[in-house]
């Protein structure tokens, strides 16, 4: 069974910087994509980045040239660096690992962590 802890949320000015990590265990390696969605208050989960098995890597136009997904192999660990962060980018962070299309619905995503919240102020 995929288990999935997330960390490195939390509070930061515009312009500010964070890093979050999703530290996965043996079984997440046999995905073929582990990745990362938002949630904001009232709005539905959304895409931000994903990185396939073989490590190519995809982010949505949404936060293009601001964030970095990268993976430890080693360590069995995703990161999603985030520049240049706005308020608009203020939500929970979901960290997900999933067979199939890049851009299967969170809806039908079954393997997920507990959530990193971040918060950006103007």
């Known amino acids: 069974q995929v288990q999935l802890v997330e960390s490195g949320g939390g509070s930061v000015q515009a312009g500010g910087s964070l890093r979050l990590s999703c530290a996965g265990n043996g079984y997440t390696s046999m995905k073929d994509f582990t990745g990362w969605f938002r949630q904001a208050p009232g709005k539905e989960r959304e895409r931000v980045a994903a990185?396939?098995?073989?490590?190519?890597?995809f982010t949505e136009d949404s936060v293009k040239g601001r964030f970095t997904i990268s993976r430890d192999n080693a360590k069995n660990t995703v990161y999603l660096q985030m520049n240049s962060l706005r308020p608009e980018d203020t939500a929970m962070y979901y960290c997900?690992?999933?067979?199939?299309?890049?851009?299967?619905?969170?809806?039908?995503?079954?393997?997920w962590g507990q959530g990193t919240q971040v918060t950006v102020s103007s």
């Open positions: 990185i396939s098995s073989s490590g190519t890597t």
């Open positions: 997900a690992a999933w067979l199939g299309s890049r851009l299967l619905p969170p809806s039908m995503v079954h393997s």
